[in-house]
């Protein structure tokens, strides 16, 4: 599952994951993909998992270790507008709730949202990268043997989700 900070990713992963009684495996949870070690943990993920999960987010310094043993790619590859309300939307919950959602623990309040780590800063400066990573994803040859899923909307991903059987 693959898309902008604020696309969706983790929410539709988890609903994927129940749907087909497979493990979800949450790349943010793993920690920053440039660190020592963290191909060993994603290594270490998916073996735990077994045959059946869903890998939720880019397997960023680790490709090499999730596309050979995945069956689909799922991108979600929303309009800026979409992302942007989502992920203030969910920025917002987090600051009110003080309460984290996963890997998305950042409950700052709004006069710290454009800090250069923070999610909504974080999918403003990246959304058109992730557009055109996603459209060269979708080419290469490492997924080639994956079904491909391109999103452009929610209502297409809902869609897709209700027609998937165990």
């Keep these: ?3 902008c900070a604020g696309s969706g990713k983790t929410t539709l ?5 129940a749907r087909l ?4 495996i949450e790349r943010d949870a793993l920690g920053d993909d440039e660190a020592p ?12 998992a077994g045959r059946r999960w869903v890998f939720d987010g880019a397997p960023y310094n680790a490709e090499a270790l999730v596309y050979p043993h995945a069956d689909a790619l799922v991108a979600l590859d929303y309009p800026r507008r979409i992302v942007w309300r989502r992920v203030v939307a ?10 984290g959602d996963g ?3 950042s409950a700052s309040p709004p006069w710290r949202w454009w800090e ?4 909504v800063r974080w999918a403003a400066q990246t959304h058109a990268a992730r557009h055109e990573e996603i ?3 979708l080419t290469r040859p490492e997924v080639a043997h994956m079904q491909r899923f391109w999103f452009t909307s929610p209502r297409q991903a809902a869609t897709w989700l209700t027609s998937l059987n165990r």
Excluded: I, K, N, Q
């Design 13 to 17: 992963a988890r609903s994927v994951a």
């Design 116 to 119: 250069p780590t923070h999610p």
């Design 1 to 3: 599952m693959v898309g």
């Design 90 to 99: 969910r920025s917002l919950r987090l600051w009110l709730t003080r309460r």
């Design 135 to 137: 459209v060269a994803l």
């Design 37 to 48: 070690g963290f191909a060993v943990l994603v290594a270490a993920a998916v073996e735990a």
């Design 21 to 24: 009684d497979a493990r979800h």
């Design 103 to 105: 890997a998305h623990t």
